[in-house]
């Protein structure tokens, strides 16, 4: 569809869009379960490789009950971000949370690396509109993680640098990593110091 616009309209505009938000009720199947919008939100962050494209994440401020956040307003900054660093001049900004790069097994763990980490990775929480709070005391949620036999299992994740650790006694040798893989994967916590959420992401292709 961008492409298309672009051709028709004969110019390479830029094109910013917002991932699906959390909706309906949280589910406990760390697979992610039916292939519904866990799946067409992978396709957005796809297509951030298309050029000149941004993508604000939108699964912390989602609601179970409306398809369509009453928290504009933190949809709408996301978006400004990206205008702003990429468009705008402001070449310093912190416009996105952390996405997906790549993944290393490393023995019975494996390590997850991201781009666009700002000033670091956190573990954090949003109320509203209300700002992003580092929670220290808080662990990881909503990585999932899984072997040979693709079977998933929640796991434990821990930030180290610029990366997660992501483990679990039921998969000693794994093989792929999922977070907040799912239509409403409340409490899904990770987060840049600058209080923007990553990206759901799979490193599967099952």
Not at 20 to 38: V, Y
Not at 118 to 145: C, N, S, Y
Request: contains cysteine.
């Amino acid at each position: 569809m961008i492409e298309t616009w672009r051709k028709l309209w004969g110019y390479g505009f830029p094109f910013y869009f917002v991932q699906l938000p959390n909706w309906r009720q949280a589910s406990d199947d760390p697979s992610g379960g039916e292939r519904e919008w866990q799946y067409l939100r992978m396709a957005q962050l796809n297509c951030l490789s298309i050029p000149k494209t941004g993508m604000a994440v939108t699964v912390d401020v989602g609601e179970a009950e409306d398809i369509h956040p009453k928290n504009k307003f933190d949809v709408d900054r996301r978006l400004a971000l990206w205008a702003l660093a990429k468009d705008y001049g402001k070449k310093q900004l912190v416009y996105s949370g952390p996405l997906y790069r790549s993944m290393k097994v490393e023995g019975g763990k494996i390590r997850v690396s991201f781009d666009s980490v700002g000033g670091g990775l956190i573990v954090g929480g949003k109320t509203g509109r209300g700002p992003t709070i580092e929670d220290k005391g808080q662990t990881l949620r909503r990585f999932a993680i899984a072997g040979a036999d693709k079977k998933w299992h929640w796991a434990s994740a821990v930030i180290d640098g610029e990366t997660v650790i992501v483990l679990s006694p039921k998969v000693p040798a794994p093989l792929a990593v999922r977070y907040a893989f799912s239509m409403n994967p409340d409490g899904c916590n990770l987060y840049n110091k600058e209080g923007l959420p990553a990206s759901p992401f799979r490193t599967d292709d099952w």
